[in-house]
């Protein structure tokens, strides 16, 4: 029984659609999905359809690109309430979300705490010298703004850092109270939880859009065992604290070696790391 990890499937791409179409059945182990499936809701709906009959058990947490509201769907539900409905989707097959009671993954000679979480971004990954309200505007000049600024609807909260805030707080509060019982933790979300894993060496001011200060201490203040994110598009496997980093994600066709196909991609988390300290995947795969 293994525990696994993929994110950024951007199912939107026919290439990608058809390397999960072709993913083996898992029947004894479990997966998690760190957001991304794709822009439209019938994108989450069918990975979570697949894989939900593939694996033995699915967490999923969202993605950005999971909450975009296109211009050519104008009738999408948005935002919060667009979140939402993706969770009562992942519910109607079983799939566990950031919103439903943390399991415990059983090992051997341990069990883990699996934390699916949903944080957003609040620009917090800046230079000190650079305000809040002008952290866009910063990161324009050197040509990058995120496609978030146009397709992210953040109702009913005034932006982004307003409902990161808040997923922060709310998700916080539920780590203190788990953190009593001692169980190591597996943290689970789509965005980096350290500046330090959001940083893309041709695009450095993307890391805007990559998470937030909130959380950069959260695997030493938390019995924290690994932490799985995605979001970079740059697979690898880092420690901080002793606390190993799983980044997982797939990207787009030009990010993976498409004969390999999605098993070769899939991260194991649990109960061992299929990379060594310091590896980091190139992102042609």
């Given at each position: 029984?293994?525990?696994?990890?993929?994110?950024?499937?951007?199912?939107?791409?026919?290439?990608?659609?058809?390397?999960?179409?072709?993913?083996?059945?898992?029947?004894?182990d479990?997966?998690?999905?760190?957001g991304?499936?794709?822009?439209?809701?019938?994108?989450?709906?069918v990975a979570?359809?697949?894989?939900?009959?593939?694996?033995?058990?699915?967490?999923?947490?969202?993605?950005?690109?999971?909450?975009?509201?296109?211009?050519?769907?104008?009738?999408?539900?948005?935002?919060?309430?667009?979140?939402?409905?993706?969770?009562?989707?992942?519910?109607?097959?079983?799939?566990?979300?950031?919103?439903?009671?943390?399991?415990?993954?059983?090992a051997?000679?341990?069990d883990?705490?699996?934390?699916?979480m949903?944080?957003?971004y609040?620009?917090?990954f800046?230079?000190?010298?650079?305000?809040?309200?002008?952290?866009?505007?910063?990161?324009?000049?050197?040509?990058v703004?995120c496609?978030?600024?146009?397709?992210l609807?953040?109702d009913p909260?005034p932006?982004?850092?307003?409902?990161?805030?808040?997923?922060?707080?709310?998700?916080?509060e539920?780590?203190?109270?788990?953190?009593?019982?001692?169980?190591?933790?597996?943290?689970?979300?789509?965005?980096?939880?350290?500046?330090d894993?959001?940083?893309?060496?041709?695009?450095?001011?993307?890391?805007?859009?990559?998470?937030t200060?909130?959380?950069?201490?959260?695997?030493?203040?938390?019995?924290v065992?690994?932490?799985?994110?995605?979001?970079?598009?740059?697979?690898g496997?880092?420690?901080?604290?002793?606390?190993?980093?799983?980044?997982?994600?797939?990207?787009?066709?030009?990010?993976?070696?498409?004969?390999?196909?999605l098993?070769?991609?899939?991260?194991?988390?649990?109960?061992?790391?299929t990379?060594?300290?310091?590896?980091?995947?190139?992102?042609?795969?």
């Amino acid at each position: 029984m293994k525990l696994y990890a993929i994110s950024d499937l951007h199912l939107a791409n026919r290439i990608n659609f058809q390397a999960l179409e072709a993913l083996p059945p898992y029947p004894d182990d479990w997966l998690i999905l760190a957001g991304d499936l794709g822009e439209m809701e019938e994108h989450v709906k069918v990975a979570i359809i697949i894989l939900a009959s593939r694996f033995n058990r699915v967490i999923w947490v969202p993605g950005n690109h999971d909450l975009w509201s296109l211009p050519s769907h104008p009738q999408q539900i948005r935002g919060e309430a667009r979140y939402q409905r993706l969770v009562s989707i992942c519910r109607d097959f079983g799939v566990l979300t950031p919103e439903d009671p943390y399991v415990l993954w059983p090992a051997q000679d341990q069990d883990y705490l699996l934390v699916p979480m949903f944080l957003l971004y609040d620009f917090s990954f800046r230079p000190p010298h650079i305000p809040a309200e002008k952290a866009v505007e910063w990161a324009a000049e050197s040509g990058v703004v995120c496609t978030d600024e146009e397709l992210l609807s953040t109702d009913p909260y005034p932006s982004a850092a307003a409902w990161c805030a808040r997923r922060c707080q709310y998700t916080e509060e539920r780590l203190k109270k788990e953190s009593l019982e001692k169980k190591p933790m597996v943290l689970i979300n789509h965005f980096p939880l350290r500046e330090d894993m959001a940083l893309l060496r041709r695009f450095p001011r993307f890391s805007l859009w990559c998470g937030t200060q909130r959380t950069g201490d959260w695997h030493t203040r938390f019995p924290v065992a690994v932490v799985v994110y995605g979001h970079m598009h740059m697979r690898g496997t880092h420690y901080r604290d002793g606390v190993r980093f799983e980044e997982v994600s797939l990207g787009y066709p030009r990010d993976w070696v498409h004969k390999r196909g999605l098993s070769y991609y899939l991260r194991e988390i649990l109960p061992g790391s299929t990379a060594v300290s310091g590896d980091r995947w190139p992102v042609t795969g």
